[in-house]
T-cell receptor, first 116, second 112 residues
Framework: NAGVTQTPKFRVLKTGQSMTLLCAQDMNHEYMYWYRQDPGMGLRLIHYSVGEGTTAKGEVPDGYNVSRLKKQNFLLGLESAAPSQTSVYFC???????????????FGPGTRLTVL | AQSVSQHNHHVILSEAASLELGCNYSYGGTVNLFWYVQYPGQHLQLLLKYFSGDPLVKGIKGFEAEFIKSKFSFNLRKPSVQWSDTAEYFCAVINRDDKIIFGKGTRLHILP
């Protein structure tokens, strides 16, 4: 298993440009999450998904959109990038276990995005 | 809104010293609690987790944490730290909406 993978690893954008970050997991997990990590702020949840075709807002959703068309993929889009979106973005996935209990998140390696 | 507080933002210790990092959460219901570690340039890795049962949880690399429900706390401990424990540590809690809320992290620096 590759686990959770993220594409690309690094990207530099100009203000106003758009881009999509791809997160893929091969563990058949139901839940997927997008976080941004900024110094002194910890990880803040942008959007998450509890299953294919569903998405929900997290703590800091403004300026981002997401889609979960396939169970294994969770896309994060920036329609018009701003310097405030310079950050490291982490994707994570989590399974739902038998009986509905929950388990740990598994994190991807991160995408470092710089917006000039 | 549910929150997670880590009181120590930056901790500096010498090797072999004992470690305790504080974590408090605000949610009053059933919680699932985690400690993650992030080594420089790497992604988050799970150290330990608490879902139910024994409130003293043992994790990898000699770390342990104690869930004290009455204090809404889940402090991380290690009896004797090593230089390789230099990293950033995050406490996290799953709330009833299945969101995982992270604290702001504690940066630990171990002096050789």
């Amino acid at each position: 298993n590759a686990g959770v993978t993220q594409t690309p690893k690094f990207r530099v954008l100009k203000t106003g440009q758009s881009m999509t970050l791809l997160c893929a997991q091969d563990m058949n997990h139901e839940y997927m999450y997008w976080y941004r990590q900024d110094p002194g702020m910890g990880l803040r949840l942008i959007h998450y998904s509890v299953g294919e075709g569903t998405t929900a807002k997290g703590e800091v959703p403004d300026g981002y959109n997401v889609s979960r068309l396939k169970k294994q993929n969770f896309l994060l889009g920036l329609e018009s990038a701003a310097p405030s979106q310079t950050s490291v973005y982490f994707c994570a996935s989590r399974p739902i276990l038998a009986g509905g209990s929950t388990d740990t998140q598994y994190f991807g390696p991160g995408t470092r995005l710089t917006v000039l | 809104a549910q929150s997670v507080s880590q009181h120590n933002h930056h901790v500096i210790l010498s090797e072999a010293a004992s470690l305790e990092l504080g974590c408090n959460y605000s949610y009053g219901g059933t919680v699932n609690l985690f400690w993650y570690v992030q080594y420089p340039g790497q992604h988050l890795q799970l150290l330990l987790k608490y879902f139910s049962g024994d409130p003293l949880v043992k994790g990898i690399k000699g770390f342990e944490a104690e869930f004290i429900k009455s204090k809404f706390s889940f402090n991380l401990r290690k009896p004797s730290v090593q230089w390789s424990d230099t990293a950033e540590y995050f406490c996290a809690v799953i709330n009833r909406d299945d969101k995982i809320i992270f604290g702001k992290g504690t940066r630990l620096h171990i002096l050789p």
